[in-house]
């Protein structure tokens, strides 16, 4: 069963940078849509970006300028990138596997929660 | 940027009972890119119905999705006491960003 696995760190500083990875149990990385998308009770569910079977990227544009979505496939890793945090950025953040046509979440990571506080 | 609302916010009702949850976008839903998925506390979502009516392997049959353009429904035809959860939705493959709407907490009456 194909189960994905987050990791990166919980507590930051405003201005430092948010990084997040997830990888793959029991599938693959390569041929699937994958996304990051984060929840906090002020917004809700939030599409952050996400990565297309082909290796291109599309981002929200309400994030786009601090955003950085890639992939390692030596490593079998998807990660985020999220510069000059604040408070606002304070959510659980998820990566999701989608199909090989889409980037709805199929497989979900556990969410990793993400502070930001001085 | 294409807002979903969905209705109600909370919907109270009894196992055995029949749930109809409604996502309303603001501008037509390109294709049938709509998704549901239910989330307990605590977990992440879990992915329910894709392309609008499409279940994905190991989901029960009691739940059902419908809908084309601007309203979709998510219907659950016999509720059992693990359905109580909250519901979204969410458009997917055109139109970006893609997103979600607030939610709707189905609740034991």
């Known amino acids: 069963q194909v189960q994905v696995q987050q990791w990166g760190a919980g507590l930051l500083k405003p201005s430092e940078t948010l990084s997040l990875n997830c990888t793959v149990n029991?599938?693959?990385?390569?041929?699937?849509?994958w996304s990051w998308i984060r929840q906090s009770p002020a917004k809700g569910l939030e599409w952050i970006g996400e990565?297309?079977?082909?290796?291109?990227?599309n981002y929200n544009p309400s994030l786009k300028s601090r955003v950085t979505i890639s992939v390692d496939t030596s490593k079998n890793h998807f990660s985020l990138r999220l510069t000059s945090v604040t408070a606002a950025d304070t959510a659980v953040y998820y990566c999701?596997?989608?199909?090989?046509?889409?980037?709805?979440?199929?497989?979900w990571g556990q969410g990793t929660l993400v502070t930001v506080s001085s | 940027e294409v807002v979903l609302t969905q209705s109600p916010g909370t919907l109270s009702l009894s196992p055995g009972e029949r749930a109809t949850l409604s996502c309303r976008a603001s501008?037509?839903?390109?294709?049938?890119?709509l998704a549901w998925y239910q989330q307990k506390p605590g977990q992440p979502p879990r992915l329910l119905i894709y392309?609008?009516?499409t279940r994905p392997t190991g989901i029960p049959d009691r739940f059902s999705g419908s809908g084309s353009g601007t309203d979709f429904t998510l219907t659950i035809s016999t509720l059992e006491p693990e359905d109580f959860a909250v519901y979204f939705c969410?458009?997917?493959?055109?139109?970006?960003?893609?997103?979600f709407g607030q939610g709707t907490k189905l609740e034991i009456k």
């Open positions: 999701a596997r989608g199909s090989y046509n889409y980037s709805y979440g199929r497989v």
């Open positions: 029991g599938g693959s990385l390569s041929g699937f849509f």
């Open positions: 990565m297309t079977q082909s290796g291109s990227t």
């Open positions: 501008q037509s839903v390109t294709g049938t890119y």
């Open positions: 392309g609008t009516s």
């Open positions: 969410q458009h997917y493959g055109s139109s970006l960003p893609y997103s």
